[in-house]
């Protein structure tokens, strides 16, 4: 059967450890959570969303992942963690 993918995505919580600061339009945002889809050539491409660090009911607003080494494994264990999951969801 001749199946077309557009698009895959996962989303991923922060770690406590590994969770950032932001600011946009001069609120600073907590980023708590990850999503990262697999784009149609291939390549991979990840957003963080956090909130307002204040609290309140502020929007849950997306910022770019920065390049750091411990963020990026983070981002592969997730993906390979999706992997098993939907492997063993084929087997059932």
Known sequence: MDVEVNAL??????????????????????????????LPGGTPAAKA????TAGGRGAYVSFPV?????????????AARAAGLWAAAGRS
Do not use: C, M, S
């Open 49 to 52: 969303y956090g909130r307002p």
């Open 9 to 38: 995505a996962l989303n991923v919580t922060i770690p406590a450890h590994l969770r950032w600061t932001d600011v946009r339009r001069g609120e600073e945002f907590t980023l708590q959570t990850l999503t990262v889809r697999l």
């Open 66 to 78: 920065p390049d750091r080494p411990e963020l990026t494994e983070l981002i592969e264990a997730a």
